[in-house]
């Protein structure tokens, strides 16, 4: 079984098309994702909805699991046991059996955006999977969040040389993602 196999065979376990997913794509297109054919929670690109949680005019949302997680553009898709993590953790929390209180794609955001950040930071750390954390490493995790946030875990300093060095190099600077005004993007 391949790995995208597995994450298929997970993602199938739910119903193929919750109510809340408007429309899916393979990848990120660019602009709005259109809403032809059928939405797929196999897709790494989804416009949700949050009508069945809010009382007012609805909101479109969009999830890009194919969203840059490392440098040189590395998606969290690359990333498969962290990709299929992501899309549970999104899944469960628009259904309302997340693993805390909330509902909804704004629930889903929070916590999509604080898992992406834990993700970069155990890959900064040189750990490829979650199984590879120690108590040890986690204690230093807690520990630099607690003094240093969420924005304080990944070290920056390296990754500024880099981006000098390429400037003064003359090499291209990776781009910024881009998100469609009218459907907020998941940053993570």
């Known amino acids: 079984m391949n790995l995208r196999d597995k994450h298929d065979k997970i993602m199938q376990g739910y119903e193929e098309a919750p109510p809340w997913l408007l429309s899916s794509a393979l990848n990120r297109p660019k602009g709005k994702p259109k809403r032809d054919g059928q939405p797929s929670l196999l897709h790494d690109c ?20 194919s969203a840059p997680v490392m440098p040189g ?18 899944v469960e929390t ?4 997340g693993i805390l209180p909330g509902r909804g794609p704004k629930s889903a955001l929070n916590l999509l955006t604080n898992y992406a950040g834990f993700v970069r930071w155990r890959l900064d750390e040189g750990l490829v999977y979650n199984q590879d954390i120690t108590p040890r490493v986690l204690e230093r995790y807690f520990d630099r969040y ?4 969420q924005f304080g875990l ?15 190099d003359g090499l291209p600077i990776p781009g910024k993602v881009v998100c469609s005004p009218s459907a907020p993007m998941a940053q993570i």
Do not use: C, N
Not at 146 to 149: I, K, L, P, T, V
Not at 157 to 165: D, N, S, V
């Open 154 to 168: 990944i070290s920056l300093e390296p990754r500024i040389e880099q981006y000098l060095r390429r400037v003064a």
């Open 46 to 65: 989804w416009v949700v909805t949050d009508a069945h949680v809010t009382k007012g005019r609805p909101a479109e949302y969009t999830f890009d699991f």
């Open 73 to 90: 553009k590395i998606p969290l898709s690359d990333y498969i046991d962290d990709l299929i993590t992501s899309k549970i953790i999104v």
């Open 146 to 149: 607690a003094r240093e946030g």
């Open 94 to 97: 628009m259904f309302g059996r």
